[in-house]
């Protein structure tokens, strides 16, 4: 067990819907980190977040957005959803910044149908 | 933007064995890192190694900067070495953005 939870652990949903997925990080963490995993992109980096400010943007689509709580958990934000981001979202947090080693969430298995 | 290829795609071993997976990487690199993620799911950070030589145990790491490699070594492999092995990189720029390479699927049988 890492210490980082993630919810819902399996989501399905139809195409255009909207949905958010959730990350509390290991207690101490400052950083969270939101990565996409699918068998046609791969593992991909999608944004990281340091005590609440965005730190870094990968490759996430406009039509995503994320934040990080006062509380330090997270929250990804999908919307309009297509048939392509069916994927397994993972979610990661270190104590500072990327240098530091990262501990993953179990992932959430999105669907979309 | 920078290219990460990993070799070989597929490795199966006896248990017991050697193995050496590679890295190669187009461009220069801030940083490196070695993921493995078990046949469940769940993803692991090996290593974070820039440059030089670093060990855990079994597993060692080299990268070779500036000839745009990394290498990593898992000694006498267990059962539970099984799954894909990930390396990531991040090209010079200031902010954490990994470009992941497609992995290397290990198969340790008993």
């Known amino acids: 067990d890492s210490g980082v939870t993630q919810t819902p652990k399996h989501l399905i949903t139809a195409t255009g819907q909207r949905v958010t997925l959730r990350c509390s990080p290991r207690?101490?963490?400052?950083?969270v980190y939101w990565y996409q995993q699918s068998l046609d992109q791969g593992l991909q980096f999608l944004i990281q977040?340091?005590?609440?400010?965005?730190?870094a943007k990968g490759n996430i689509l406009e039509r995503f957005s994320a934040q990080q709580f006062p509380d330090l958990h997270s929250e990804l934000n999908l919307s309009s959803l297509e048939l392509g981001d069916s994927a397994l979202y993972f979610c990661?947090?270190?104590?500072?910044?990327?240098?530091?080693?990262?501990?993953f969430g179990p992932g959430t298995r999105l669907t979309v149908l | 933007g920078i290219q990460v290829e990993q070799s070989p795609p597929d490795l199966i071993l006896q248990e017991g064995a050697n193995s050496t997976l590679r890295c190669n990487f187009s461009?220069?690199?801030?940083?490196l890192q070695w993921f493995h993620q078990n046949p469940w799911g769940q993803l692991i950070n090996l290593f974070y190694?820039?440059?030089g030589t670093k060990q855990n145990g079994r597993l060692s790491a080299t990268t070779v900067a500036t000839e745009r490699y990394s290498l990593l070594y898992i000694s006498s492999s267990q059962t539970t070495d099984s799954g894909v092995y990930f390396c990531?990189?991040?090209?010079?720029?200031?902010?954490?953005?990994?470009?992941f390479g497609r992995g290397t699927s290990l198969i340790v049988h008993p």
């Open positions: 990531a990189v991040e090209t010079p720029g200031g902010s954490y953005i990994p470009t």
């Open positions: 207690s101490g963490d400052l950083s």
């Open positions: 990661a947090s270190s104590v500072g910044d990327w240098t530091d080693t990262q501990y």
């Open positions: 461009d220069s690199v801030n940083n």
């Open positions: 190694i820039p440059s």
């Open positions: 977040y340091y005590n609440g400010e965005e730190r």
